[in-house]
C-alpha cells in the first residue's frame, strides 16, 4: 500500500480520570486517513497538557522525562513502520498496533510461497504437469509480481493482508494494465486461487479472500475451418519450406484432432495398427492423460511419408518437425492471408475444425469425436455439437429459393 499520509499523535481522556486525578495518555497512528489508538502506560495531569503540542507543559524534571518518554515512543513508531516496509509488509494503523504490542506473528509472503509452489510443478515434471500449465503459473507468478509493486510499492505482499480488495485490484490491473480478456484474466485469477488454497490450509490466512467472489468464462466463438478454407490452405502453392512446414504440421492436426502439444510430443511409437488392421494415434493427452485414439485419415498419412526423411523423424526426436507454439501461430497468420482466410488462425483453430467440420458435420457421432478428442466428459464436446448445427443451418439455407413451388402452393378456388 502507497502510504500518502502518516500521522502520529499523543492525547489524553479526560473521561477516563485515573484516581490519582490523572488522565491516561494514549498514541494515535493515522495511516492514509485510517486511524488507530493505543495507550501507553503513562498518565499525566490534565492541567498540564498542551493539546496542541501533544506533550507535557513546564520545565520541571519529571516535565521533561515525560516528555524525553514520548519522544522515545514517537521514534518507536517510526521504527516499527521502517522494519514493516523492510518486511515487504503492509504498513496499515493495526500492524503498528501489533508491532508496537510485540504481537507480531510469523510471516509468510505471496510471492514466495507462489514460487516455491512453481518449482515443484517443474521437478514433477511433463508426466505429472502438462508444460502449458506450468507455463500459465509462471505467467501469472509475473503478473502478480508485476501488479505487487505496481499497486503496493513492495517486493513481496504478507499473506496475512490479501483481502477482497486485493484480489479485485488484481483483477483491474490485468485487464487495464496487462490488456487481459476477461477469460485469460480469469484464467490467472484462478491460478493464484490455488496458492491461496495453500495459504488457507496452513492457516496462514484468517479469511478466504474469495468468499465474495465468483468468476465465469465468458461463452468465446471457436474458431475453425469450412471445407472450403481447408480446400484453399490444401491447394495452394508455397514455396517458403518454413511456412510450407507450418501447413502441413497444423492440416495434420485438423485431420487428427491433436493439441499442439500433443502433436509436438508424437514419437513413432504413437502410431499403432488399430483394430480394423490400419494405422490409428495412440497417445495420451498432454494436458489430460486421457487416452485418444485416432484412425489415420489418407492426409495425415501423406504428412508422415512426406517428413519421413527429416533430420528429427530419422533420429526418432519426433514423428515431425513442429516449431514452437509461437513460430506456428505466427506463421498462420500468414498462411490465412495468403490463403484469403480471414480468421485468426492458431493452433487450436485445428482441433476445432478436426471436431466440426471434420467430423461431427459428416455424422461422426458425438461419442467417437469425444473419445478421439481425450475429453474427460462427453459434455466438453457438446459445444462443438452447437457449431456442427449451425453449419447444418447454413447449408440449408442454400436451398431457399432453389425449389420453386409457387403454383403448387397457391389456394385452390
Known sequence: MQINTFNVLFFIR????????????YVRITVNGD??????????????WDSGKGRAKGNTRVVKEFNEYLDEYHSRVFQAKKKLESDFRQVTS?????????IDEQNYYFLEVFKDHNEKLRKMGDREVA???????????KHLQEFIRHQYKLEDYLFRDVNYSFIKNFEFFL?????????????YIVNIKKIIRIAMANDWIKQDPFKDIRYRYDDVEAVYLTDDDLAAIVNKEIDLPRIDQVRDVFLFCCFTGLAFSD???????????????KQWIQKRRTKTNVLSNIPLL????????????HDKVKTGQALLPVPSNQKMNAYLKEIADLCGINKKLTTHAARHTFATTVTLSNHVSMESVSKMLGHTSINMTRKYARIAD???????????????FDKACEPRE
Open 14 to 25: 479526560k473521561t477516563k480520570l485515573l484516581r490519582n486525578g490523572e488522565a491516561p495518555v
Open 35 to 48: 486511524r488507530g489508538e493505543l495507550g501507553i502506560s503513562r498518565s499525566i495531569n490534565p492541567e498540564i
Open 94 to 102: 493495526e500492524a503498528l498496533k501489533m508491532k508496537l504490542l510485540g
Open 131 to 141: 508444460p502449458g500449465t506450468i507455463e500459465r503459473y509462471e505467467t501469472a507468478y
Open 175 to 187: 485487464k487495464t494494465e496487462r490488456k487481459c480478456a476477461h477469460n485469460t484474466t480469469v484464467k
Open 263 to 277: 502433436v509436438k510430443g508424437l514419437k513413432k511409437d504413437n502410431i499403432i495398427i488399430g483394430i480394423d488392421g
Open 298 to 309: 489418407d492426409m495425415p498419412k501423406r504428412i508422415l511419408e512426406k517428413y519421413s526423411g
Open 390 to 404: 449451425r453449419l447444418i443451418s447454413e447449408d440449408m439455407q442454400k436451398l431457399e429459393g432453389k425449389y420453386n
